[in-house]
């Protein structure tokens, strides 16, 4: 029997939280690096993941009036050029085809870093009136920014998205519809991934370049650094002046649209697994978990009986709709077994025994809290169901009341250094609308306004930074 | 009331094939023209079409083992050198990016035509033993070739598919994968896009760029022209040998994998176009159609009872899993609906006026066949079922009708030539073996060798070229 080390080779978190993070994603077998600087291979396991995610968010997306589309990868220079904003946004960090086939292009033609170009280019020729409006577009696709500092699923220079594309005939409905679609984000991000957010508007330094302004979802990392989980941005007409995107109003008046754009990406990965892992390795909520239960069987003493109830209870699972894997393999040992799916974050583990099946029984082991217990083979389905839920349940609260405890309420510079120092989190603080100060506040304490959330406190308190009396709340914290 | 003219503008297909297909795909609203010469836009109709293809063919490669994954779009120059038949099959076709933001490139990099070299140094990475076999692997991806003419669909700059890639221990297992999957596609292909097909081996001059041979399934178009709806590829140790991939066997002996590749793309909804539409647009096998029935409510007389009833009838279907859709708009006439879902290849349209309510029936309208009948509207649920089964049979049926007597025995370039002129489609004929009799028929007919069908015919006859008595059966045709 091979027997390997039960030793991982993670490191631990305390130690060294970036090299625990680079363990995980390959112990965990998530990804690998690609042959480009930057770029990434993203293994069946850690793509298993993104289909479950991509699954329940295309949904929300479709029920809320989207439709998916396709356009083209490579946008032309000159499209690019036409919003100045967005340009400079983009423009330093972009792949260049230059070559097609033996001949040179005409013009250079950008690997599209996203597809806002490219889309009003496309609505400008499709929208003529206000019947064609709104238009609610979506696509799933890789997007590319050649980044200079790039981490696994966090920063790569390749990564998949959803971005979604609307244009709308008034101010208010595009507005509407940012909100909306952060709403959606903000859903599926608490639902699904267990991870809790801070919906809030983006300062103007931290907009999407082109913007009026951005809508973000701000997660809470284990470390205390915060991740921009989704954005949504009010385009303006911004835009649609620039790509000529008129419709003709029902008084026959031409008007340019309003548009919104949306989107989240293979990052909210790394926000998953800095969420919610441990020590032991990855730790997954159900709703996303390629497998959601293991089955272990201990194979002693009668090993056919233990290994065919194994298969029959997996077979019951997979019919009520629950992602099951059966381990019988008898060349590796229970132990090594039960290291290797903590390793994965498989969120149940069943082990059963020939004991257990003389005394009508099984053991759950849970990999959020590593509890285990003893629960009757009677109602096997149903109780595997009801701790799916708990456990969801409980991965959201738990990393809440994290969330809440590394809340912290900064009332100076000073003192946020001096948190900073203790502990990461959010820095919870006044903030009296001046630019200046929220560069003064990053230039001292290397903390960045996340966004200022909608839940804001009531009355009012000093400025972080300069200390006017003000009534904004903004978040800050050290960010991903 | 708003009035359009039934006229819909679609060139007769007798007339002119091509633009009839232009036609089509325009009107339809399954695309646009990108902005970059040779791209195009999948709008939200053709894109529905692709996700009910994607969604049943994912399903039959994963039920057959495959894991889905995601590889780097961007390949260094380097790794496409490697395999010399490749480069020489791609290079003169691919998209070059040579500069990353302000920096140009030390080492060109190619956007994928295909991925078999990136895969490829990945598995060296991950195979060591024989228990790493087999890999089986598969991904939904975008890919560019930079052709020099192009169409909608059949040929395009870039375009959407899937490839899977696989290595084995042995050439039989690999020759044996090879064929499974061009048995998955065959089967995807006749029963979900309704399209029958001929299965078999390409000639040597007709293989994938670095294969030991390729297998293809070839569907003919209502004009007589063939095309080829999936390829795979028994790769042989041509890639492992220079991407070095090697595996320590049974007895610890080092050895060299055998690879298979395969693929499947958006050319797909081509070849459904043209095996399928007519003069009044496109029209839809049901089991892709992103609309099956339309219901279309005759709203005369007691206008609300009968767009209420509508409504039922769709929220029984929708209960049913069917994909329906009720248009109640009153500023468009039943006639001009009519012709909107007809041209957009809807396969069942329900008209339904208050007289029709009055008799307890409803009009069922066939788009395959253009059948009108009343029907009752006891079972409603089960009688739409039923002939969304049947509309889904005829449609195969009627396609390989046509298949059938548009396959001609031929048994001499002479005749190849007088049956081209007279009316295209598959040449069976005999061929010795020589590929110069290959080339020599495509010089003369413009017919190409599509494959050597697995049905072979017993016995022997005269190649169709140099006249020696062969025993392989070879089909030629003109193709897309």
Redesign the interface.
Known sequence: MEDKKFVKEIQSKEEDYSRWYLDIVKKADLM?Y???KG??????YG??I??NMQKDLDRRIKETGH??????????ES?LKKEMNHVEGFA???????????EPLEER?V?RPTSET?IC??MS??IQSYRDLPMK?NQW??V?R?EKSTKPFLRT??F?WQEGHTAHATYEEAEEEALQMLEVYRAFVEEVLAMPVIPGKKTENEKFAGAEHTYSIEALMSDGKALQAGTSHHLGQNFSKVFDIQFADQNNQMQYVYQTSWGSSTRMIGGLIMTHSDDRGLALPPKVAPIQVIIIPILRGDKETVRTKAHELATELKQAGVRVKVDDREEMTPGWKFNEYEMRGVPIRIELGPKDLEKEQFVLARRDTGNKEFLPLANFVETIKEKLDQIQKDMFDKAKAFMDSHTFEINSIEEMKEQLLKEKGFMKSWWCGDLKCLDEVKEETGATARNIPFKQREGNGKCVCCGKESTTTVYFARAY
């Open positions: 690998d690609g042959p480009v770029t990434m291979v993203i293994k069946p793509y298993a993104w289909e439709e998916n589309a396709y356009f083209p990868l490579l946008i032309p499209y330093p960090e972009v792949a260049w085809v230059t070559q097609g086939g033996n033609l690997v490219i280019s496309m020729q499709w577009l696709a890789n590319m050649w220079s390749e998949l």
